[in-house]
C-alpha cells in the first residue's frame, strides 16, 4: 500500500497549470494602480484646493488638515464603493514583522433607518484598536488595552480583493494611549523626518538653497522559494518553524549552477505572473523576476519609491506572494533558510537620498550621484562620507537590525554577507577616497577635484562599482545596497537605524564644516575647500569599515578584528547593540525612540528570538518521537524480519543483520542526542523569567543540541528504504517533477 508520501508524488506528477486563472492578458498600464487612491485619482476627483493641501501635506511631510478631512473622507469612500468594497480598515504594521487589520464595515443607519453606506472623517483619520494583545516589550501592560491607529497619508489607502471580499485598507500607524510608538513605522517616519532636516541644514551650509525636504528612496529586491504545497504540508518542521529542521542533502543540490536566471518553469510562472498583476493593480512596481542560485528559489523587484512607502509595499509583496502561491497549489516560503546547504534568502534594500524642491533644477536630484561641477561632486563626497562615518559608528547597531532567528542560519553562508559589518565602494571610488585622505595638496578643492579625475565620477552611473555580492553594504552607483536583511523581515527597523545613524553623521559634518568656514574667512578659503577638508576626515576616520574583498574568508575575519569590527555571529549578542549607551545616546537624542520604546524594541526581538528557538526545539523533538524513530525501528524490524526468513531458509549470508545493526546504532545516537535536546530544552523553559540567560542558553547550548540531532536524522534518511522514508525529502521539494 503507498504511503502518504507516495501519494502525494503521485498527484503532484498528474497535475497541469491550469490557465484558466490566468489573468487577461492587457497591457499593465491599463490596469496598474485600479485598486489605490493614488495622486491621479485624488487630482481627479478632490476639488483643487483640497487636493493641494492634501498634496503638500503628503510632499512636506506634515500632518493632514482636518479641515478637509471631511471631503477626503467622502470621496475615497465613493471611490471604494464603486469598486465594490463593502469594509474598511486601518492597516497598520506592529512589531510582529507582519500587518495588521481589524474590518469594519460601511454600513450604517440614517434617520429614517435606512441603510446607507457611511465613512467620515473620523472613520478616515484614527481607529482604535485593541493594543494589549501586540508585542510591546514593557510598553503596555495587558488590562492597558487602548491604543490608537491614524492615517498616515502619504501612503495612498488600497483595496485588496480576496475570496470575493474587497476591502479599503488605510495604511496607518499604530501608538498607545500616552503616545508610545508600537508599530514599525511610526519610528521610520520620526527617522525620516529628522534625516531630511540634517541633510537640509548641510545643503544650505554649502549652498544649495531653498530645498524643501531630503528624502530617502528604498527599492527592495525580494528573495523567496515556491515549492508545492501539498510536500510542505507533510512537513511539520516547514509548518511551524518555515524551515526544515531535518533533512539528508540532495545528490545534487546548487552545485551545477544551473538555476540562477534559467528558464522560469511553467508553474511558477503562472504563480509569479498572477503575483504580479495583483501588485499592479496596488500601485507596486515590480519590474524584475529571475530564478534565484538556489533550486526553486526565485526574486522580485520593485522600482525604487520612497522608503515608508516600499515598506508598505514590500508588505503587500510578501503577503500577496502567500495568498496567490496557495491559489496554484504552491506554498511561498520566505523564511531566511529554509533548507541547508543551499542559498538562503534575503531582502537587498537599495536604498539613497533624494531632493525636494520647488526649485525645479533640484527636485528629484540624487545626493548619491556624482554630478557633473566640482560643486555638485564635492557635494556627493560629503554624503558619502556622512554616510560611511554613520555606518561605521553604528556598524553595531546596523547588525542588531537585521538580528532574527532565521537570518542568523543564513549570514555568512552561500552568497549571504557575513555577520561583520563592511563597506564595498568599488575600485574607482576607493582610489578618489584614498587620494583625498592622501592628498596635501594646497590647490583650491576645484583644482583638486580635477586634478583626482573626480570630474569623471559620472561615469560611476554605469560600470564603474562593481558588485560585490560578499559585502553587507555595497555601493552600486547612485545608491547603497544593504544586502544584509533578511528575507522574511520588516524593511522599517532596519531602515530606521541606517536613517539615524547618517543623520547623526550629517550633523556632525554640518557643524565641522560650519566651524570650518569661520576660521576660512580669514585664510580666504572658499566653501569647497572647507567641504573637502572635512570630507577628508571623514573618510581617513571611517576606514576601517571600508573593504574591497573577500567577505567570506577567514583572512577577512581575522583583518576585520584588528580594525576594531565587530562579529557579531548570534542573534542575542547582535540585540545588546540596541541598549549600549552610544546607541541610547543616538535614537533618543534625535527623537527617533524614547528610552522606553528603544527598550521596547530590545525586548520584543529578544523574545521574538527565544520564542522561534522553543518553537523550533519542539517541533524537532515532536519529529523524532512520532515520525523518525518509529520509522527507524520500522526499518529495522523489516530488516530483522527478513533477515530470520533469510536464516530459517538455510542462507548463510543474511547481509539484513549487519545493516539492522547499523540503523539499530544510528537510532540510539539519535535517543541519545534527542535526550540532550529535551534537556537544554526543559532547563531553557524553566529561565523564562530571564529571557536574556534564555536566550544565551538556547544560542549555543540549544542550536548545539538541534544540530546534533539533525546530523543524526539525516544519517537514518540517508540508511532508510526510501519508500518507508514518511518526510518529503530535499530532492522532491527542490527537484519538482
Known sequence: MPTARQVALQDI???????????????TSEYFGVNTFGARQMREKLPPEIYLKLLSAIRQGKKLDRDIAPTVAQVIKDWAVSRG?????????????????????????DDELEPVESFSAA????????????????????????????????????????????????????????GEALDEMTPLLRSSDVLSQKAVDLLELIGDKGVGRVFTTLGAEQEYFLIDRTLFSM??????????????????GQQLEDHYFGGIPERIQACIAEVEHELYKLSVPIITRHNEVAPCQFEMAPLFEESDIAVDHNQIVMATLRRVALRHGLQALLAEKPFAGVNGSGKHCNWSLAVRSDDSSIDGMNLLKPGKTPHQNIRFLLFLAAVLQGVH??????????????????????EAPPAI????????????????????????????????????????????????????????????????????????????????????????????????????????????????????????????????????????VVEAEKRGLLNLRRTPEALEQLATK????????????????????????????????????????EMVDTLVVPTGLQYTGSLAASAAQAKSAGITVVPQARVANKVGSVIEEILKAQDNLVSVLTKAESLHDDPNAQAKLLTSKGADAMAEVREKC???????????????????????V
Open 13 to 27: 506528477c498528474a497535475r497541469i497549470t491550469d490557465e484558466s486563472t490566468a489573468p487577461v492578458p492587457v497591457r
Open 85 to 109: 468594497v463593502t469594509h474598511f480598515t486601518h492597516w497598520f504594521q506592529p512589531q510582529t514583522g507582519l500587518t495588521a487589520e481589524k474590518h469594519d464595515a460601511f454600513l450604517t443607519f
Open 123 to 178: 472613520q478616515l483619520i484614527q481607529s482604535e484598536p485593541d493594543a494589549s494583545s501586540f508585542p510591546s516589550g514593557g510598553l503596555r501592560a495587558t488590562w492597558e488595552a487602548r491604543g490608537y491607529t491614524a492615517w498616515n497619508p502619504a501612503s495612498p489607502v488600497f483595496i485588496v480583493e480576496s475570496a470575493g471580499a474587497r476591502t479599503l485598507c488605510v495604511p496607518s500607524v499604530f501608538i498607545g494611549y500616552n
Open 235 to 252: 512537513r511539520p518542521d516547514l509548518v511551524m518553524a518555515g524551515r526544515t529542521l531535518i533533512g539528508a542533502p540532495p545528490s545534487r
Open 393 to 414: 559608528k553604528h556598524a553595531g547597531l546596523l547588525r542588531a537590525a537585521i538580528a532574527t532567528s532565521g537570518n542568523e542560519h543564513r549570514l555568512g553562508a552561500n
Open 421 to 556: 559589518i563592511s563597506v564595498f565602494m568599488g575600485t574607482m571610488l576607493t582610489r578618489v577616497i584614498e587620494e583625498i585622505i592622501e592628498g596635501r595638496s594646497t590647490k583650491s578643492a576645484d583644482q583638486q577635484m580635477i586634478k583626482l579625475g573626480v570630474a569623471k565620477l559620472p561615469e560611476i552611473e554605469k560600470d564603474n562599482t562593481d558588485r560585490n555580492r560578499t559585502s553587507p553594504f555595497a555601493f552600486t552607483g547612485q545608491k547603497f545596497e544593504f544586502r544584509a536583511v533578511g528575507s522574511s523581515q520588516s524593511i522599517a527597523f532596519p531602515i530606521v537605524l541606517l536613517n539615524a545613524a547618517v543623520a547623526e553623521a550629517l550633523a556632525d559634518i554640518t557643524e565641522e564644516l560650519r566651524n570650518e568656514l569661520k576660521d576660512g574667512k580669514r585664510d580666504g578659503k572658499t566653501v569647497g575647500d572647507a567641504a573637502l577638508k572635512v570630507a577628508r576626515r571623514a573618510f581617513k576616520d571611517s576606514s576601517a569599515v571600508r573593504f574591497e574583498g573577500n567577505n567570506y574568508s577567514n583572512d577577512w
Open 582 to 621: 552610544q546607541s541610547k545616546k543616538l535614537l533618543t537624542s534625535l527623537g527617533i525612540f524614547t528610552l522606553e520604546e528603544l527598550d521596547s524594541r530590545y525586548h520584543v526581538r529578544l523574545e521574538r528570538y527565544t520564542k522561534d528557538m522553543l518553537i523550533e526545539m519542539h517541533t524537532l523533538r
Open 714 to 736: 539525516d544519517a537514518l534518511e540517508l540508511m532508510t528504504s526510501d519508500s518507508d522514508w514518511p518526510l518529503p525529502k530535499y530532492r522532491e521539494m527542490l527537484f519538482p
